[in-house]
């Protein structure tokens, strides 16, 4: 039986790996890909630390025998806004890019094919 633990990090390592290769294409539009994929590895990362907790309330109080620590989700809403913001940035400097130079590789050369 797999335990839930082993199929989080199966997630978290799909995620960083299909994450790492897309960064490394030559294309930009993979590599605004493989960084989305690296944010929500890093998402799922922080709630695998938090330790999760079914049924339990984020808040302390005195009626609830136990409760969840709130720190994870914070972090993981805070990192979810801030992954928004670089995915858009990156999406204008690559659109910026290809705009301004016609092609769409990230070191701006043309591809061999597609020289005289």
């Given amino acids: 039986m ?34 989305a994929f690296l944010s929500y590895a890093i998402n799922v990362f922080l709630f695998a630390m938090g330790r999760l907790v079914i049924d339990r309330p984020p808040i302390y109080d005195k009626a609830a025998e ?24 990156v999406v204008v400097l690559a659109l910026r890019s290809y705009l301004e130079t016609g092609i769409d590789r990230v070191d701006g050369r043309p591809d061999a094919e597609d020289q005289p």
Avoid at 80 to 89: D, E, N, R
């Fill in 66 to 89: 136990a409760y969840t620590d709130p720190l994870p989700q914070a972090l993981v809403l805070t990192a979810i806004v801030i992954a928004f913001g670089m995915t858009a940035l």
């Fill in 2 to 35: 797999i335990s839930l633990e082993f199929l989080v990090a199966s997630a978290i390592a799909v995620l960083t790996a299909a994450g790492v290769y897309l960064a490394l294409r030559r294309r930009t539009f993979p590599v605004v890909l493989g960084l």
